[in-house]
């Protein structure tokens, strides 16, 4: 099942709504980014909810796919939409996403990514990630960065 691409078989590359959910894992000063197939930049850990998937579902799901992991009490940053989400995927589709976005500070498992969605899985220092962020990821990554050093770094 694959709700956005069987819209997209319908309505082209014509800007849709799409609801979708993400985690950040950061740890010991670090944040664990991983770099995207299909615009080679570095993003967090999430996607597209199916139907009947909550935001929390669709993020555990999404996460073990991409990294093979399973965050461990993730809690709520934000809700992201409007203009901040609005995203041009390189094949033209048109994305206005409303996406919740987690940050967990441990996960299970053995980090591993799914070579059909990610190329590269590392560990930046908090304070010098990478400048080739995915676009609509900048916000939510800040403001992950800025909880994570209110809780762990005051």
């Not at 976005?101 to 799914?114: M, P, Q, V, W």
């Not at 590392?122 to 010098?128: A, L, V, Y």
Request: glycine share 6%; hydrophobic share 40%.
């Amino acid at each position: 099942m694959n709700y956005i691409n069987n819209i997209r078989k319908k309505i082209g590359h014509d800007p849709i709504f799409a609801p979708a959910a993400g985690c950040i894992i950061i740890k010991d000063n670090k944040i664990l980014l991983q770099k995207r197939i299909d615009d080679n930049t570095w993003a967090l850990h999430g996607g597209y909810l199916e139907l009947g998937e909550t935001f929390f579902e669709a993020m555990k799901r999404k996460v073990k796919e991409e990294i093979n992991v399973k965050p461990i009490n993730p809690e709520l940053i934000e809700i992201y939409s409007g203009k901040d989400v609005y995203d041009i995927y390189p094949n033209g589709d048109k994305v206005f996403g409303v996406v919740a976005i987690y940050i967990a500070s441990d996960y299970e498992g053995d980090l591993r990514f799914n070579p059909t969605e990610v190329v590269d899985l590392r560990w930046f220092d908090i304070n010098n990630i990478p400048k080739d962020i995915h676009s609509i990821d900048k916000k939510p990554i800040e403001d992950a960065i800025l909880l994570y050093n209110q809780k762990y770094n005051s």
